[in-house]
């Protein structure tokens, strides 16, 4: 019978080898590339490598598995992916947006996590922008990947919640955390709005 738990107790330690970090940097890009969640495995890199270090492994394997997609939706799958987009009003009309705005409303969508990650970067392929807005623009996940994984870290925190209750854990630096998280949630979610004003701007414009 398979044994997740086993199993996962194996991985682990290769997750924490310098081979396991170089090879989490492409499946991160694989993973986003195939339209799977991003979020859990950010959150889980923000457990296995904690915040910071966490946070630039997954945006090197998302930039990685952004460029891969966008590259894709420009030439092999264009044609699925439009007969795709014909069927989701909203992603057909950001990507027209995003013809007319360029890296403005790129960065401002990656900002937001309300946007989904991989979905958008199948349908920038299909727009006018050109590549080096799109690379650039994908500085504007940051925010959201620092997120992400500072909540993993936390939650790798949690588990040994017995540390902090027997004083071996400083309370101070974990209140701390707490609040850089919740700031930068605010940011993100503040961005958002203005990312779907923009849109909402651009729509009317035409």
Known sequence: ??????????????????????????FYAIWVTLLLPGVWA???AGVLYGTWVGSFIVFVGACLGAEAAFLLSRTFLRNFINGF???S????A???????????LIFLTRLSPAFPFSL???????SKVSMRDYSIG???ILPGTILFCGLGDLAGDVARFGQVLSGRSDMASLFLRCIGIFATFAVVWIVGRAA???????????
């Not at 950001?94 to 403005?104: N, P």
């Not at 958008?120 to 299909?126: E, K, Q, R, S, T």
């Not at 779907?196 to 035409?206: F, V």
Request: charged share 25%; aromatic share 8%.
């Open 196 to 206: 779907r004003k923009a849109i909402q701007e651009s729509d009317l414009d035409n």
């Open 94 to 104: 950001l990507e027209k947006a995003v013809s007319r705005e360029g890296l403005r």
């Open 42 to 44: 950010s959150m889980l």
């Open 1 to 26: 019978m398979f044994n997740a738990e086993l199993l996962l107790e194996k991985l682990i330690p290769f997750l924490h080898s310098p081979l396991g970090v170089c090879l989490f940097i492409p």
């Open 89 to 92: 009003p909203k992603l057909k």
């Open 120 to 126: 958008l970067n199948f349908a920038y392929g299909l």
């Open 85 to 87: 987009m014909e069927n």
């Open 138 to 140: 994908l500085i504007g």
